[in-house]
């Protein structure tokens, strides 16, 4: 059983970036898609970007696209989250979330392990 850990989230200006970074504990990442969700004040829980077990296919929700950056390093067992050009909607708890399974998945009830999430705040 894994445990995903996240962490490098903050407070950043609009236009800025910051890079997300999940480490697996208890286990090793090497046999799960990985998958980064979010959710904002108020609202519900909505698919980010995700990769599949060997890095080779990503999705990413069309907010984000051409900003933000999934990847993952098995050998250090972690996955990142480079978030560029960040906007105040992007603001929300970063959640990072494993599916044992070798394809990548958007939908949120496919995945098996959960982290506790990192607060991401974006400035105006």
């Known amino acids: 059983q894994v445990q995903p850990v996240e962490s490098g989230g903050g407070l950043v200006q609009a236009g800025g970036s910051l890079r997300l970074s999940c480490a697996a504990s208890g286990s090793t990442f090497s046999r799960y898609a990985l998958g980064w969700f979010r959710q904002a004040p108020g609202k519900e829980r909505e698919f980010v970007a995700t990769?599949?077990?060997?890095?080779?296919?990503?999705y990413y929700a069309d907010s984000v696209k051409d900003r933000f950056t999934i990847s993952r390093d098995n050998a250090k067992n972690t996955v990142y989250l480079h978030m560029n050009s960040l906007k105040p909607e992007d603001t929300a708890i970063y959640y990072c979330?494993?599916?044992?399974?070798?394809?990548?998945?958007?939908?949120?009830?496919?995945?098996?392990?959960w982290g506790q999430g990192t607060q991401v705040t974006v400035s105006s």
């Open positions: 979330a494993a599916r044992d399974h070798v394809r990548a998945s958007t939908t949120d009830g496919e995945y098996d392990y």
């Open positions: 990769i599949n077990r060997y890095g080779s296919t990503t």
